[in-house]
Nanobody, 123 residues
Framework: QVQLVESGGGLVQAGGSLRLSCAAS????????MGWFRQAPGKEREFVAH???????YYTDSVKGRFTISRDNAKNTVYLQMNSLKPEDTAVYFC?????????????????WGQGTQVTVSS
Protein backbone atom coordinates (compact mmCIF):
# COMPACT_ATOMS: atom_id res chain seq x y z
CA GLN A 1 0.00 0.00 0.00
CA VAL A 2 1.24 3.47 -0.90
CA GLN A 3 -0.01 6.69 0.62
CA LEU A 4 0.48 9.96 -1.23
CA VAL A 5 0.24 13.49 0.14
CA GLU A 6 0.41 16.50 -2.16
CA SER A 7 1.37 20.02 -1.17
CA GLY A 8 2.38 23.29 -2.77
CA GLY A 9 -0.82 24.42 -4.41
CA GLY A 10 -2.12 27.95 -4.16
CA LEU A 11 -3.15 31.12 -5.94
CA VAL A 12 -0.77 32.66 -8.46
CA GLN A 13 -1.01 35.24 -11.21
CA ALA A 14 -0.72 34.28 -14.84
CA GLY A 15 2.93 33.94 -15.80
CA GLY A 16 3.90 32.90 -12.31
CA SER A 17 5.29 29.64 -10.96
CA LEU A 18 4.44 27.01 -8.39
CA ARG A 19 6.11 23.79 -7.33
CA LEU A 20 3.95 20.91 -6.25
CA SER A 21 5.31 18.13 -4.08
CA CYS A 22 4.01 14.64 -3.47
CA ALA A 23 5.39 12.67 -0.55
CA ALA A 24 4.97 8.91 -0.73
CA SER A 25 5.07 6.26 1.95
CA UNK A 26 6.68 2.87 1.39
CA UNK A 27 10.12 1.41 0.90
CA UNK A 28 10.05 0.80 -2.85
CA UNK A 29 9.30 4.32 -4.07
CA UNK A 30 12.11 4.18 -6.60
CA UNK A 31 10.32 1.34 -8.43
CA UNK A 32 7.11 3.28 -8.94
CA UNK A 33 5.95 5.25 -11.93
CA MET A 34 4.77 8.58 -10.52
CA GLY A 35 2.21 10.67 -12.32
CA TRP A 36 0.46 14.00 -12.04
CA PHE A 37 -3.12 14.49 -13.17
CA ARG A 38 -5.43 17.49 -12.92
CA GLN A 39 -9.15 18.12 -12.87
CA ALA A 40 -10.64 21.47 -13.73
CA PRO A 41 -14.19 22.40 -12.66
CA GLY A 42 -16.75 20.62 -14.79
CA LYS A 43 -14.12 18.61 -16.63
CA GLU A 44 -12.75 15.10 -16.44
CA ARG A 45 -9.44 14.35 -14.80
CA GLU A 46 -6.60 14.54 -17.31
CA PHE A 47 -3.03 13.32 -17.48
CA VAL A 48 -0.33 15.98 -17.01
CA ALA A 49 3.00 14.18 -16.70
CA HIS A 50 4.73 11.10 -15.41
CA UNK A 51 8.21 9.97 -14.49
CA UNK A 52 9.35 6.39 -14.58
CA UNK A 53 11.69 4.71 -12.13
CA UNK A 54 14.66 5.33 -14.40
CA UNK A 55 13.84 9.00 -14.76
CA UNK A 56 12.20 8.97 -18.19
CA UNK A 57 9.50 11.62 -18.38
CA TYR A 58 6.44 12.29 -20.49
CA TYR A 59 4.19 15.35 -20.68
CA THR A 60 0.87 16.19 -22.18
CA ASP A 61 1.26 18.67 -25.03
CA SER A 62 -0.36 21.60 -23.25
CA VAL A 63 2.34 21.71 -20.55
CA LYS A 64 5.45 20.83 -22.54
CA GLY A 65 8.16 23.43 -22.07
CA ARG A 66 6.41 24.91 -19.02
CA PHE A 67 6.15 22.05 -16.51
CA THR A 68 8.91 19.78 -15.26
CA ILE A 69 8.38 16.57 -13.32
CA SER A 70 11.21 15.22 -11.19
CA ARG A 71 11.75 12.82 -8.34
CA ASP A 72 14.00 12.45 -5.32
CA ASN A 73 14.05 8.78 -4.43
CA ALA A 74 15.99 9.43 -1.21
CA LYS A 75 13.09 11.59 -0.02
CA ASN A 76 10.28 9.48 -1.51
CA THR A 77 9.04 12.63 -3.22
CA VAL A 78 7.98 13.63 -6.71
CA TYR A 79 7.76 17.24 -7.82
CA LEU A 80 5.96 19.20 -10.48
CA GLN A 81 7.58 22.53 -11.26
CA MET A 82 5.06 24.70 -13.07
CA ASN A 83 6.26 27.83 -14.85
CA SER A 84 4.53 30.34 -17.11
CA LEU A 85 1.22 29.39 -15.60
CA LYS A 86 -1.97 30.18 -17.46
CA PRO A 87 -5.56 30.56 -16.23
CA GLU A 88 -6.39 27.32 -18.04
CA ASP A 89 -3.98 25.50 -15.72
CA THR A 90 -6.42 26.12 -12.87
CA ALA A 91 -7.42 22.74 -11.47
CA VAL A 92 -7.04 20.35 -8.60
CA TYR A 93 -3.76 18.53 -9.14
CA PHE A 94 -3.44 14.90 -8.10
CA CYS A 95 -0.39 12.75 -7.58
CA UNK A 96 -0.65 9.08 -8.54
CA UNK A 97 1.57 6.01 -8.27
CA UNK A 98 1.85 2.66 -10.00
CA UNK A 99 4.38 -0.09 -9.42
CA UNK A 100 6.76 -0.66 -12.29
CA UNK A 101 5.51 -1.28 -15.78
CA UNK A 102 5.42 0.70 -19.00
CA UNK A 103 4.34 4.25 -19.75
CA UNK A 104 1.12 5.09 -17.93
CA UNK A 105 -1.22 7.78 -19.21
CA UNK A 106 -4.66 6.74 -17.99
CA UNK A 107 -6.25 7.05 -14.56
CA UNK A 108 -7.06 3.35 -14.55
CA UNK A 109 -3.35 2.51 -14.72
CA UNK A 110 -2.67 4.10 -11.33
CA UNK A 111 -3.97 2.31 -8.22
CA UNK A 112 -2.73 4.87 -5.69
CA TRP A 113 -3.84 8.49 -5.47
CA GLY A 114 -3.34 11.52 -3.28
CA GLN A 115 -6.12 13.79 -2.09
CA GLY A 116 -5.26 16.61 -4.49
CA THR A 117 -4.07 20.18 -4.14
CA GLN A 118 -5.78 23.23 -5.62
CA VAL A 119 -3.94 25.41 -8.13
CA THR A 120 -5.63 28.65 -9.14
CA VAL A 121 -4.15 30.94 -11.78
CA SER A 122 -5.64 34.41 -12.02
CA SER A 123 -5.59 36.45 -15.20
Amino acid sequence: QVQLVESGGGLVQAGGSLRLSCAASGRTFSSYVMGWFRQAPGKEREFVAHIRSGGRTYYTDSVKGRFTISRDNAKNTVYLQMNSLKPEDTAVYFCAAAYGGPERFRESQYPYWGQGTQVTVSS
